[in-house]
């Protein structure tokens, strides 16, 4: 036994146990920290070590607390409403209609008339028909305090009591806690617990034998002036449990939105690709016709595009370029097609619009970088009138790309997206044919999702068309997709509302899992 050492507080709290300060032997977390004046951590991290020492004994069980409510309807000077009522009347001195006791008290009338039926049940007062009065009974009650004030006035004093406790120090507990409790949202019931700590019999042999060096002072980390003087070796060193639960720290985090965009980019970093970027506000030109669509087709109309009104027009690209995707929509120039057979506008092709895919980017990277081989990849806001609902906004994140290869093929752009999406953890990948205007063959990805048990469409893809590609100096085929981010994070934060993601809700942003 004398090979136990404790710290000052640890003996002050084992002493305390041992009938010094607890005549039962037994006290509960609560009880030593208002004796001793500890805080509360301490004395627990204290009793548990002591535990494991076979000191003392630690039990828990559960209590009923009561309190009053966070809101009570209409209380005035600490009293309750019926004794707020009482009083009105009293002075009143004649029976009032209960709209006027409302307007008299400065309440509603439905306040009033919930505070009737305890008053009636007591015998307070009469009622007849719309009109209340008070009774001699009532008048009496005015002056005192029954039960269930005497409980209310306690608990407004004291914020909590156990219920076990309080029915044997409280005369007026039992009655007024049944006359609280009925009346209803006044009383708030929780079931909590309650941890006490006794001394065992070696606690009790060690306190009667411990000696001036079994107890030592505690120190929290070992000193330069601990080192130099010689007293580390006086000291015991505080006990850490480091499985002990502790609050969560609130600190900065990349919003989860942010983080999935990260682990995007990082993956087509390590698949070889470079990035490159745009701007959000691009020319028509860029955004529709050197991807070969059609000046009259219906995604250019104001309804599913958003113009830019300053500036309304744009530089267009050097003239050769302009001319030679002029010639490809209207006869279909070099490209061995037929083009669109119709005149191709020019300030149509100026106009400025919020781009609304980010291929606008990875077509013009195309331009200045013609020749295979090439990989480049654009993560990026679009825009388009999109109706706002749980799977819609008009703002949403693409990623898009394209591989310039010799001997590229629809096989090799759907390996490459296949492998994307295992890299995203998705173990079941579907490709099904599917149509683009400037991809021609096009292709769709679908993954399984096991916990809905369906398959989710993810994004376009597919070879660009020679329209596309000859005008741009590019003999090579052209493998290009785009991919929607939102629905990716939807699946993968298992979120039903797309909206959810950029809405400020500091509880998710906490919880998330920063990994999974």
Not at 19 to 33: P, W
Not at 327 to 344: F, K, L, P, R, V
Not at 472 to 489: F, K, Q, S, T, Y
Request: proline share 4%; charged share 25%.
């Amino acid at each position: 036994m004398n090979a136990i050492t404790l710290t000052r507080t640890q003996y002050d709290i084992l002493k305390y146990l041992g009938g010094l300060g607890a005549a039962s032997g037994c006290a509960t977390i609560d009880e030593v920290v208002r004796a001793l004046g500890i805080d509360q951590v301490f004395v627990f991290s204290s009793l548990q070590f002591m535990q494991e020492l076979g000191l003392v004994s630690l039990s828990e069980t559960e209590v009923q607390e009561v309190s009053l409510a966070a809101k009570i309807e209409f209380i005035r000077d600490g009293e309750l409403p019926e004794k707020t009522i009482l009083k009105e009347l009293s002075a009143a001195g004649a029976a009032m209609h209960i709209q006027d006791l409302a307007v008299r008290l400065g309440v509603e009338q439905k306040v009033i008339g919930k505070a009737l039926k305890p008053m009636l049940d007591k015998q307070w007062m009469e009622k007849d028909g719309p009109s209340v009065a008070i009774t001699a009974a009532g008048k009496a009650a005015a002056e005192v305090k029954g039960d269930d004030e005497l409980l209310f006035d306690c608990l407004r004093e004291k914020k909590a009591l156990v219920v076990e406790e309080s029915q044997a120090v409280y005369g007026f507990f039992a009655n007024g806690f049944e006359l609280l409790k009925k009346r209803g949202q006044i009383l708030s019931l929780k079931t909590r617990k309650r941890r006490a700590a006794s001394v065992s019999g070696e606690g009790k042999v060690f306190l009667a034998s411990c000696k001036p060096g079994d107890i030592k002072e505690e120190a929290t980390a070992l000193t330069s002036e601990l080192l130099q003087d010689g007293k580390w070796n006086n000291v015991v060193f505080k006990h850490y449990d480091i499985q002990a639960g502790v609050d969560a720290a609130p600190i900065g985090r990349i919003h989860p939105f942010q983080r999935l965009l990260n682990q995007v980019r990082g993956i087509f970093y390590g698949m070889g690709f470079s990035e490159v970027a745009s701007p959000h506000v691009e020319s028509s030109f860029w955004n529709f016709d050197a991807l070969f669509q059609p000046q009259d087709h219906p995604a250019r109309d104001m309804q599913d595009t958003f113009y830019v009104a300053h500036p309304r027009t744009g530089v267009l690209p050097e003239a050769r370029l302009v001319e030679q995707v002029k010639a490809t929509h209207e006869n279909g120039g070099a490209s061995h097609s037929t083009g669109w057979d119709y005149a191709w506008n020019v300030e149509l092709a100026k106009k400025m619009v919020l781009r609304t895919h980010t291929t606008a980017a990875s077509v013009q990277q195309l331009f200045k970088t013609p020749l295979p081989p090439a990989k480049y990849f654009c993560i990026g806001r679009v825009f388009r009138r999109e109706a706002v609902d749980y799977k819609h906004l008009p703002v949403f994140t693409q990623v898009d790309g394209i591989i310039v290869e010799k001997d590229a093929s629809l096989s090799h752009l759907i390996d490459v997206l296949s492998e994307f999406y295992r890299r995203m953890g998705f173990k079941k990948i579907e490709i099904r044919p599917s149509f683009f205007p400037y991809t021609e063959p096009s292709l769709e990805v679908h993954v399984w999702l096991e916990h809905r048990k369906e398959w989710v469409e993810m994004g376009g893809a597919g070879v660009f068309r020679k329209e596309v590609t000859v005008p741009l100096g590019c003999d090579a085929p052209v493998l290009a997709w785009g991919l929607g981010m939102e629905r990716l994070a939807m699946i993968n934060y298992n979120i039903d509302d797309l909206r959810k993601i950029y809405i400020s809700n500091i509880k998710w942003l906490r919880e998330v899992p920063s990994c999974r």
